[in-house]
Every structure is written in structure tokens, then in C-alpha cells.
């Protein structure tokens, strides 16, 4: 008998086993399906967020490469209107010269010459020497001593006019050594005779130190480098001063140098290797020449900077973003294993418990036939509702309680539970399957409803087939239900910080914010608070609270973002703003972000984006731009910032309310450098510098335009009085001794004064005639200042 039932039961396992192992085979390749789509899921996002990792770099490089190909040329094109001017001045005074040994005015030769030229050029800072050379290609006058009779007859400056002499070209020679020693260029007018023939040449020699301070003032990096060329491709200046190169011919095959020539334009911007230096740079070159000076050969400036320099910090945010893009991967990589290994146990849990549950049913079913699992009994035709003591335990009901009988027993079920239940229990019914299952919810004696799984069988029909009896189980699942109410806010919670995870990773995933509009409470991440030197939390706080720390000055430009983000009047902000840190200074933050969710009618639910610290851009781009406007020994604006000035002043003037402008310079400023050193020279313009701006008002500008060549632009003025009465001071504040090397120096200044005239608008027209009345100041003796517009006793004050 034992035996008989031994073997019973291990076929009925065998049965129970078969039946279960294909559904368990299904849930199986459905899981392995769903594991196989959330890779292919994870790969895709980890691939998009490295195409837009990818994207903004290259954005970014491009945008780095811009601004700085427009910074080099602004500071090539600051070396062209220097250079210019001075070749400019250079001319003018080449070809009064000229006229004036054509007109006989002045001879040739002697020492009255000599001393005119040789004022000349100390008159100009740009200008080493002036000198005369005579048909036979000798130096007749010079402004140093040391070179007269010098045979320059084979000299590219004499050669070059006496081929092809033209009065209207101005010459400019390639470079040479020179008799006194650095490498020099002149430029020259060629003088005719009364038939027009070629009768000699006037020329000027360039000074390289002035233009080595020239090319100097424009480099804002230790790793730029400037030079000067001629049109041919001989270096001629080059700063910082590398003698190595001067000299060198820049004109070789596959140079920057040809490159720019043959692309027929003035100013260009080229990335590569140098052929001169062997590294990489980014260069800006400018062929300097006027249409008013008809120059037969140009002089090209480059400025350049290393590309390495130049994209450090590029390189330095694409390797914190690919670190950052690695960990994510890594981080998704792993959580999602890790998840779907847990899931894996899980579901092999429950299916273990889902198959035990089957076998346990389809053993009381076959075998016992109401086994305690809550087990009821329903005889349709007279409406008797039969429950064992597991069922009426389930339900609340003692043994001794009588259970509700005919329709009673289905007002048990939840009303918004039995249309469910009839639709499972119709197929059967109508012979259908089997039996029918169903989970639904019943009223406790108590009167408050569980859940349970419903399993019936209809067990009798009559002749036609209607069912007379039903027999069935109930399985309470309120517990289950329970956790699974809990387990799906748990998901949607993990949703939510999903959400906010791709949000951040969308934001670049620096400071992550998010802001529920509805609420009107602002979430933001741990590093937000560490921006703002605070610690290291996440933090949700009001709007207002919010508001607070963002500078006055910047929140009508974050209000009116906001509000057309809200609108849909922009996809994305994007905005700039200054926020308050622990201590009380200020941060400049970049904010992107977008709206993220809005409900039917379109209304924004949600804005969330992140914060990128741009501080460090911020105060380098400040200090740029002072390097770009003032000059580095004396702080005074620059030649740029000044012709600025000076047009905003021209402009604001009135008939009553006038401009003047003051050129000076400082008189045997060469000889102080000469004897004293050029340490010395550069602290006396320091100390002329600090001198000038103490000896005028506030609402007046004091700059250096190049050397020792200063201007003052005075406004406000009543008349000419005004100007000249400021003039005398100046000149007698700056003739107060100075302390040089340790010795007591008096040394003089000369100023140049001219007035706006009523209705002027040309700054460089006032600018020549200031210069013009300090030649004037300087051929009357120095240690003064001329105005042409006033009196020419009051014009000069007295030598001290």
C-alpha cells in the first residue's frame, strides 16, 4: 500500500513538473528579452551622451580658436597704426627736406644741415638717422657725424632710386646692417635736378629698439612672439628680441609668410608650423602699407601664439569631461549588472514560489479535492455558499458564524472587483478551459477588503450545459499586493532620479539644478552649495532664497530668460550672472537649462539645468582686455584706448565746453637711455607718468602713445586760457628733479597744444596739429609748450 502511494505521488509530481516547465521556460526568454533591450537601451544613451560630449568640445575649440584668431589681429592691427604712424611722420618730414634742398632753402652740405637733420631726428623716436646721399651714391649730410663720406653707392636705398626714381614712391630698402652696428631699413624720397633727373636720395634709417617696444606692448602671453618683416621676407624687429632670426628670410616654400602674400589680402590668420622657430602657432599677419604713402616695397607684421597655450585649457575641460563620461559609463555598466543580477535571484525566487504554489494547488485539486487553502463551494441553482474553516478564518467568519447564502456571498466581492471576475469566470462557464483564475478584492467580517486569488472550477452542469456547481479557492494576497503598492512607488521614485540624472548628464553634469514650478521649490545638487563655498549638500530651497544670492545687477537679465523659457518663446537658457558666495564676494556662473515638463494645456511644470563656475574665464578675460587697452610700464591707456577717448571727447564738446589735447614728450629722452641705461629711461617715464596724472583733473585722460611720446586730452575747457594755464603747470610740474641711479636729474618736457576746432570731428587732424605745435615747442628751445590758437608770448613758458 505504501508502495502504491509512493509511486502515485511521484507521478503526480512528475505531471505538476511537466505542466510548469514550459511556463517557466517562457518567463525565462521574456526575462532574458528584457535584459538583452535595457543593454541595447544603456548603449545607446552612453553613445548619445558621447556624441554630445563630443559635439560641445569641438563647439568649444572652434570657439577658442575664434577669439583668439580676433585677438592677434587686433594687436597686429595695433602694430599697423603704430608702425604706419610713424612711417607716416617719417615721410612727411623726408619730403620737406626734399623741397626744401630743391628750392635751395637748405644746402647740401654743412654743418647747418647737419644740426637740421640731426633735430629731426631727435624729434622722432622711430628714426635712428637721417641722412643726404649725393648722385654719386655718398654721404654728404648726415645726422651723425660718423657717416659722412660714407660710399653707399651699392646700397639697395641708393640703388633701387637711381634705376627707377620717382618722386612720388617712397623707398623702403631691405634690411642691412648698418655702419653702427644693429639690423636696420631705411626709407627714402629720391631727389631730381631741374630736368627731373635723379640727383640723390634722402633717407631715413628705422630705429629697431623703438619698434621692438612697439611689437612688445601688443603681446598679452609669455608664449607670444611679434616681428616686423620687410615685403621681400627679411625679419626686421622681432620681440621678444631673438637675434637668431633677424635677418632670416621668411619667403621659403610652404611658409605663412608666401602663404599670406599670394592670398591677395591685407590681414590674414594662419594655424601651423612656423618655418623659422619649428613649432606649432597660431599667427595673424598684416601687410602694412597706405595707399597714401606708395611705398614701393610693404613692411609685414605677424603676431602668433602656440597652439599648445592657446588650447591648454580646452584640453584640460575634454579630459575632465572624458573622465566624467568614463565614470558614467562604468557606473551605468555596473549598476545595471549588478540590478539585473538581483532581478535574476528575485524572479528565481518567485518562480519557485509560483511553482511550489502551482504543484501545492494541483496536488489539493487532483488528490484531495479542497485541501485548506481557503476552500468554497458554490451550488448555483440554490444560491448555498460553502466555505472550509481556512476560508471563513480568511474572511473573518468563526465556525459557528453562518455564512451569507443565495446572491449574499457576491455582495462580498468589491464592487468595482466583479465585472472582473464575471469576465474571467464567462469563458469557463461557456466551457471555456478548464477553470478560471482571478485576484480580486473581498469584504472582512470587519468591514475592510483583502485581496485574493481567486481560482474555480465548475464541477456540475446540467443537461444543456449551464453550471449547477462551482468549486474553488481563495489565496490571501493582501500582502503581496501590499509590497507590490510599495515596490511601485519605490520605481517611480527611482524614475524620478533617473530623470534627474539625465537631466544632469543633458546639463554637462557641473552643478545640477531643478525647479518645480508649481511648488515653487528649487532642488540643487551637492556641488552648487560647494560653488558658493558652503558645504557639500544637496539643498531644496524657495525661489526667493534663490533670488537672494544672485547679484541685483543680474537678475532683470535671469528674470526676463526665465519668463521666455516659460512662455516657449527660447528652447534653452543660457545666461551669465554673478551669485553671492559664504564670504560676501561674488562668483560668475554660466546657467543652462530648459523647461523639462509641462502638463495638457502647455503650461511649464519643470525647469532644471546646471551651473558651470566661470570665474577664472571671467577675470582673465578683465585682465585681457585691461592688458589690451593700457600700457604695461606707465598703466596709462594706450594708443587704442586713447584715439578712443579722444573721439568720445570730440564728440561730447561744445562751444562753451571745448577740447584741448596736449602732445609732450620728454626732452633728451635718447641721451638719458644712452648714458643712463634703459632701466633708467623706463623708471623716468614712470615717474612722468605718475607727474601727468597728478597735475590734472579727474574728467582728463593722460596716455602714452609710443616711447616717450605722451598726450593729454583736456575737457571742459572755458577757451585757450584754460588749456595753456594747465599746459604751464604741466611743464613746470614735470621739470621738478628726479632721482635717478641714485643722483639728482632735472629734466624737461615739451608740450604741443591744440584746440577742437567749432564743428571738428577728425581726431587725426587734431592730433597732427598737437604734433605739430610740440616740433614747434622743441625748435623754440624746449622746456615749454606752443598753442598755435593763442598768443605767442603767452604761448611760452619761460625755461626753467
Not at 485574493?452 to 490571501?476: C, F, K, M, W, Y
Request: proline residues 3%.
Amino acid at each position: 500500500m505504501n508502495a502504491v502511494l509512493a509511486r502515485g505521488c511521484h507521478a503526480l509530481t512528475l505531471t505538476v513538473d511537466s505542466r510548469l516547465s514550459p511556463r517557466m521556460d517562457r518567463t525565462k526568454a521574456t526575462h532574458s528579452r528584457r535584459f538583452r533591450v535595457e543593454w541595447v537601451v544603456v548603449t545607446i544613451l552612453l553613445l548619445l551622451m558621447g556624441v554630445a560630449i563630443g559635439a560641445a568640445l569641438l563647439g568649444e575649440r572652434k570657439a577658442v580658436t575664434a577669439r583668439e584668431s580676433d585677438r592677434l589681429q587686433v594687436q597686429a592691427r595695433v602694430i599697423d597704426d603704430n608702425v604706419i604712424r610713424q612711417i607716416q611722420g617719417v615721410n612727411n618730414a623726408l619730403a620737406g627736406i626734399r623741397n626744401a634742398l630743391e628750392r635751395s632753402e637748405i644746402a647740401a652740405t654743412g654743418v647747418s644741415t647737419a644740426a637740421r637733420l640731426k633735430l629731426l631726428a631727435d624729434a622722432m623716436p622711430g628714426v635712428r638717422t637721417v641722412v643726404i646721399v649725393d648722385i654719386r651714391g655718398v654721404v654728404v649730410a648726415s645726422s651723425r657725424p660718423e657717416l659722412l663720406g660714407l660710399d653707399a653707392s651699392g646700397r639697395d636705398y641708393v640703388m633701387t632710386p637711381r634705376k627707377q626714381p620717382d618722386r612720388e614712391v617712397l623707398y623702403v630698402s631691405v634690411p642691412f646692417r648698418s655702419q653702427l652696428g644693429p639690423l636696420v631699413i631705411s626709407i627714402g624720397r629720391v631727389l631730381t635736378n631741374a630736368h627731373g633727373d635723379f640727383a640723390g636720395v634722402v633717407l631715413a634709417t628705422l630705429n629697431p629698439e623703438y619698434f621692438e617696444v612697439a611689437l612688445q606692448s601688443v603681446l598679452y602671453a609669455p608664449d607670444m612672439r611679434a616681428s616686423l618683416a620687410h615685403g621681400d621676407g627679411q625679419i626686421f624687429v622681432t620681440a621678444p628680441v631673438n637675434a637668431r632670426v633677424l635677418g632670416v628670410n621668411l619667403a621659403q616654400p610652404g611658409s605663412m609668410f608666401l602663404w599670406h602674400q599670394h592670398s591677395g589680402q591685407t590681414a590674414t590668420v594662419k594655424t601651423g608650423q612656423v618655418v623659422v622657430a619649428g613649432d606649432d602657432r597660431m599667427v595673424a599677419l598684416r601687410t602694412l602699407n597706405r595707399a597714401d604713402l606708395n611705398m614701393d616695397k610693404p613692411m609685414v607684421a605677424s603676431v602668433g601664439r602656440e597652439q599648445s597655450a592657446i588650447y591648454l585649457s580646452w584640453r584640460n575641460q575634454a579630459l575632465s569631461l572624458g573622465l566624467l563620461y568614463a565614470c558614467i559609463a562604468l557606473t551605468s555598466i555596473v549598476g545595471l549588472h549588478l540590478g539585473q543580477q538581483r532581478r535574476k535571484k528575485i524572479h528565481r525566487l518567485e518562480a519557485d514560489a509560483a511553482g511550489e504554489r502551482q504543484r501545492s494547488a494541483d496536488r489539493l485539486e487532483l488528490a484531495l479535492r479542497g485541501a485548506d487553502l481557503g476552500l468554497w463551494d458554490l451550488h448555483i441553482a440554490t444560491g448555498n455558499f460553502v466555505a472550509d474553516p481556512r476560508e471563513r478564518a480568511m474572511l473573518g467568519f468563526s465556525p459557528d458564524d453562518a455564512l451569507p447564502q443565495a446572491d449574499a456571498w457576491r455582495n462580498l466581492i468589491h464592487p468595482d472587483d466583479r465585472a472582473r471576475v464575471d469576465a474571467a469566470a464567462q469563458p469557463h462557464a461557456s466551457g471555456q478551459g478548464e477553470a478560471y483564475e482571478c485576484e480580486h478584492r473581498m469584504l472582512h467580517k470587519d468591514g475592510h477588503y483583502i485581496w485574493v486569488a481567486s481560482r474555480g472550477r465548475i464541477v456540475e452542469r446540467d443537461a444543456n450545459g449551464r453550471p449547477l456547481r462551482i468549486v474553488g479557492t481563495h489565496l490571501d494576497i493582501t500582502e503581496r499586493k501590499r509590497i507590490g503598492a510599495e515596490l511601485a512607488q519605490t520605481a517611480a521614485l527611482l524614475q524620478h532620479s533617473q530623470e534627474r540624472l539625465n537631466l544632469a548628464l543633458e546639463g554637462s553634469g557641473l552643478a545640477l539644478f531643478d525647479w518645480d514650478i508649481q511648488t515653487g521649490l528649487v532642488y540643487n545638487s551637492a556641488q552648487a552649495s560647494a560653488m558658493r563655498d558652503e558645504s557639500a549638500v544637496e539643498t531644496t530651497t524657495s525661489t526667493a532664497q534663490c533670488g537672494s544670492l544672485v547679484h541685483p545687477e543680474d537678475l532683470d537679465a535671469l528674470r526676463s530668460i526665465l519668463t521666455s523659457a516659460l512662455k516657449s518663446e527660447v528652447p534653452v537658457i543660457q545666461v551669465e550672472l554673478r551669485i553671492r558666495r559664504r564670504r560676501g564676494d561674488w562668483l560668475w556662473v554660466y546657467v543652462r537649462g530648459r523647461v523639462v515638463e509641462r502638463d495638457a494645456s502647455g503650461r511649464a511644470l519643470r525647469l532644471a539645468g546646471t551651473y558651470a563656475n566661470i570665474n577664472a574665464a571671467k577675470l582673465a578675460e578683465d585682465r585681457l582686455r585691461h592688458r589690451a587697452e593700457f600700457d604695461l610700464l606707465t598703466d596709462l591707456p594706450n594708443r587704442a584706448l586713447f584715439i578712443e577717448r579722444l573721439r568720445q571727447a570730440m564728440a561730447r564738446a561744445t562751444i562753451r565746453h571745448t577740447v584741448a589735447l596736449l602732445f609732450l614728450d620728454i626732452d633728451h629722452f635718447k641721451t638719458v637711455n644712452d648714458t643712463l641705461g634703459h632701466e633708467a629711461g623706463d623708471q623716468l617715464l614712470k615717474v612722468f607718468a605718475a607727474r601727468m596724472r597728478d597735475g590734472v583733473r579727474n574728467s582728463d585722460t593722460v596716455a602714452r602713445l609710443a616711447g616717450d611720446e605722451f598726450t593729454v586730452i583736456l575737457e571742459g575747457l572755458r577757451g585757450v586760457e584754460d588749456a595753456c594755464t594747465l599746459a604751464g603747470q604741466l611743464v613746470e610740474l614735470l621739470r621738478a628733479p628726479i632721482d635717478l641711479g641714485g643722483k639728482l636729474f632735472v629734466i624737461t618736457a615739451s608740450v604741443g597744444v591744440a584746440m577742437q576746432r567749432d564743428g571738428e570731428t577728425d581726431d587725426a587732424e587734431l592730433l597732427r596739429r598737437a604734433d605739430l605745435a610740440l616740433y614747434e615747442a622743441k625748435r623754440r628751445g624746449r622746456d615749454r609748450f606752443f598753442c598755435e590758437e593763442a598768443d605767442e608770448t603767452a604761448g611760452l613758458a619761460a625755461p626753467g
